[in-house]
């Protein structure tokens, strides 16, 4: 099993949808959990931290993170087609230092 | 925010040479980098995990003496790839973080072509 799991897509959502990407993780020990977005031919970029369970918003995004379940997930509401993009999972354990350890990443496709 | 900057952003080289990428914190000081790499259409691979003043740390299957990591200051990390190959060819991307934790901030990247 891998320790962070994502659907790899692609997920084909219709533009002003309500965008739904989950990860599940292996490690109990995970204490920070981040989603990433990754255009094609770009490097990482964070979008969201979330360390506690429960919701976090920033604008059109949703963190949710179930800790007891092993699952955060990202909502990304009124999809545009420009977040069509990999999202990409990552979590971190207190006694990993600085080390994240990420998933697969689900593409995403908004269509207009 | 905290800011990584990578350079160059793309290098083409002929196959035998050696190529070096760059990585710098550029507002913060980072005890320890990250080099990844990454295939088209697949996900980040860890390289190694690069600490300031001590040996790189590799990742299974990475051979340490092809990819050179030298970590000299708290913001300065270089990745050098040595006897390039067309097999090599790939995105490099480097990253690190604040000492408080945190998120990674990612350097640009870097598109390596061995021709």
Known sequence: ???????????????????????????????????YRQYSGKSPELIMSIYSN??????????QLNKASQYVSLLIRDSQPSD???????VNRLDAGNMLTFGGGTRLMVKP | GAVVSQHPSRVICKSGTSVKIECRSLDF????MFWYRQFPKKSLMLMATSNEGSKATYEQGVE???????????????LTVTSAHPEDSSFY???????????????????????
């Open chain 1, 1 to 35: 099993q891998k320790e962070v799991e994502q659907n790899s897509g692609p997920l084909s959502v219709p533009e002003g949808a309500i965008a739904s990407l989950n990860c599940t993780y292996s490690d109990r020990g995970s204490q920070s959990f981040f989603w």
């Open chain 1, 54 to 63: 429960g919701d976090k918003e920033d604008g059109r995004f949703t963190a």
């Open chain 1, 84 to 90: 069509s993009a990999t999202y990409l999972c990552a």
């Open chain 2, 29 to 32: 000081q980072a005890t320890t």
């Open chain 2, 64 to 78: 340490k003496d092809k990819f050179l990591i030298n970590h000299a200051s708290l913001t300065l990390s270089t």
């Open chain 2, 93 to 115: 991307i480097c990253s690190a973080t604040p000492r408080g934790g945190g998120g990674y901030t990612f350097g640009s990247g870097t598109r390596l072509t061995v021709v």
